[in-house]
């Protein structure tokens, strides 16, 4: 059984910064992408970040809303994606989720594992 476990979420101040990490056990993923989405009280999830599994490197794609200041990352021999947030605004506000699938896409519904959610409150 594939789970997947975020923790790094908290509160902080606007401007500051935190990092997400998300561990993926049952399974290896050698192939296929990590991302992490979010959602806001009363909004979508949405897109923030996605990385491919690769040992060469990776693709990554980020939302618009957080180029410049979110980096994804990977380490494959942790079977593990992190999610570094600069620069935080009250806007960053959400749960975040992190999603395991089989191509690197912004597409919500093209990923097939999901973890429980951290959630992360920007004071402004």
């Known amino acids: 059984q594939v789970q997947l476990v975020e923790s790094g979420g908290g509160l902080v101040q606007a401007g500051g910064s935190l990092r997400l990490s998300c561990v993926v056990s049952?399974?290896?993923?050698?192939?296929?992408?990590m991302a992490w989405f979010r959602q806001a009280p009363g909004k979508e999830r949405d897109f923030v970040a996605a990385?491919?599994?690769?040992?060469?490197?990776?693709?990554?794609d980020y939302a618009d809303s957080v180029k410049g200041r979110f980096t994804i990352s990977r380490d494959n021999a942790k079977n593990a994606v992190y999610l570094q947030m600069n620069s935080l605004k009250a806007e960053d506000t959400a749960v975040y989720y992190c999603?395991?699938?089989?191509?690197?896409?912004?597409?919500?519904?093209?990923?097939?594992?999901w973890g429980q959610g951290t959630q992360v409150t920007v004071s402004s």
């Open positions: 990385i491919s599994w690769s040992w060469s490197g990776g693709s990554t």
């Open positions: 999603a395991a699938g089989w191509i690197l896409t912004t597409t919500r519904n093209n990923y097939d594992y």
């Open positions: 049952g399974r290896t993923f050698r192939s296929g992408a």
